[in-house]
């Protein structure tokens, strides 16, 4: 049975593990071609393997590797899908957050993506076409306490997208933001206590949990997939319906969200 992403070559970020691994499958799952790109390469070449596409090493952060990673996607057909996933995080209070763990994370996630665009676009305009999808946050809509770096990353990759969405309309190329909320990964557990994260979630999202990865794997599919041929510079939050209201307040006591 044929795939909506048959014929489609795409690269995928950060696709060794969590969200990213779980976009990997999806889109080789609908018929594309994925190559597989991270850090971590023995769980990306694990996901390769099982998908059936290609890993490539890349440090996000490096504009010579991201030409490779590009050149070695093309070499096979045109490039005509990017999935800019790759991100970290940092928590805590901004006047204790060093200068250098501030620009790592913009670097990582803000820089790398800027990057993965500036490589990408090139091989889209040879292809005649392309959809780019960038990983933002429920962070990049609004502030957020104890995430400054962070926060001020997916801030600029929600801007970012907007501007390459008016560049590039004309060239065929549509580039969108999806905006998770908490979703079930090691790096949204971090080191939390069991049961906290879903006792913080249980109260501040309407639906009650953390998504999946595959949930945001199933909105990245379909804003790289023909399906949404009019979807450009668009914000996709997938979070539960916690950005749909502005009902919630901080308890500074407690460092945490709590409903009033």
């Known amino acids: 049975m044929s795939g909506r992403l048959d014929g489609e070559r795409a690269i995928v970020t950060g696709a060794a593990r969590g969200i990213g691994a779980a976009v990997a499958r999806r889109l080789a799952s609908e018929g594309a071609d994925v190559v597989v790109a991270d850090v971590l390469d023995d769980d990306g070449r694990a996901v390769a393997d099982v998908i059936g596409g290609r890993f490539r090493h890349l440090d996000v952060r490096a504009a010579d590797e991201w030409a490779a990673v590009v050149a070695d996607a093309e070499s096979d057909g045109p490039l005509t899908i990017l999935?800019?996933?790759?991100?970290?995080?940092?928590?805590?209070?901004?006047?204790?957050?060093?200068?250098?763990?501030?620009?790592?994370?913009?670097?990582?996630?803000?820089?790398?993506?800027?990057?993965?665009?500036?490589?990408?676009?090139?091989?889209?305009?040879?292809?005649?076409?392309?959809?780019?999808?960038?990983?933002?946050?429920?962070?990049?809509?609004?502030?957020?306490?104890?995430?400054?770096?962070?926060?001020?990353?997916?801030?600029?990759?929600?801007?970012?997208?907007?501007?390459?969405?008016?560049?590039?309309?004309?060239?065929?190329?549509?580039?969108?933001?999806?905006?998770?909320?908490?979703?079930?990964?090691?790096?949204?557990?971090?080191?939390?206590?069991?049961?906290?994260?879903?006792?913080?979630?249980?109260?501040?999202v309407p639906i009650g949990r953390m998504a999946a990865p595959d949930e945001v794997a199933g909105m990245v599919a379909y804003l790289v997939s023909s399906e949404s041929a009019f979807c450009t510079g668009g914000e996709y939050a997938i979070d539960g319906g916690y950005t749909a209201g502005d009902h919630f307040i901080l308890d500074w006591a407690a460092d945490e969200r709590v409903a009033p």
């Open 83 to 204: 999935v800019n996933n790759a991100g970290i995080i940092r928590y805590g209070p901004l006047e204790d957050m060093s200068p250098d763990d501030f620009r790592m994370v913009l670097d990582v996630n803000l820089v790398g993506t800027f990057l993965g665009l500036r490589a990408a676009v090139p091989a889209m305009r040879r292809a005649g076409r392309g959809a780019i999808v960038n990983l933002s946050s429920t962070c990049g809509l609004h502030g957020s306490p104890f995430l400054a770096a962070y926060t001020a990353s997916k801030w600029g990759i929600r801007g970012l997208t907007k501007t390459a969405a008016i560049e590039l309309a004309r060239a065929g190329i549509r580039v969108n933001s999806v905006h998770p909320g908490a979703v079930d990964t090691a790096m949204t557990r971090g080191e939390s206590p069991p049961g906290e994260i879903e006792a913080v979630v249980a109260r501040n």
